[in-house]
């Protein structure tokens, strides 16, 4: 039986998807568009929980990406708790230097 990894969202990753679901219904004028992509990111965070390492590198190591729509979710594994920490979400246009840290 495949041993699963716990995903746990670091307190910027969730105030970045308050802010981005925010950002989308300001500008798709209906809060309907915002709720469904933060239901659908939360469902793609949750494919994190098996084979988190096969993800591709982020630009800076140890971190791992995940691209979900026009979004990079940055995470970063440990193997030995089985674990994935998930660090920051931000559309993908964005800079890397321009998001500040990636854990507080």
Request: contains cysteine; charged residues 25%.
């Amino acid at each position: 039986m495949l041993k699963r990894y716990t995903v746990r969202l670091q307190p910027r990753a969730r105030d970045d998807i308050v802010n981005i679901v925010a950002h989308i219904g300001e500008q798709s004028e209906d809060d309907y568009i915002g709720d469904l992509w933060e239901a659908s990111v939360y469902e793609q965070l949750q494919r994190l929980d098996c084979f988190p390492n096969s993800y591709p590198t982020f630009s800076i190591q140890p971190y791992r990406k995940m691209i979900h729509g026009r979004y990079i979710i940055v995470f970063r594994v440990n193997d030995e708790l089985r674990e994935v920490q998930v660090c920051r979400v931000f559309h993908a246009a964005r800079l890397v230097e321009s998001i500040g840290p990636l854990e507080v």
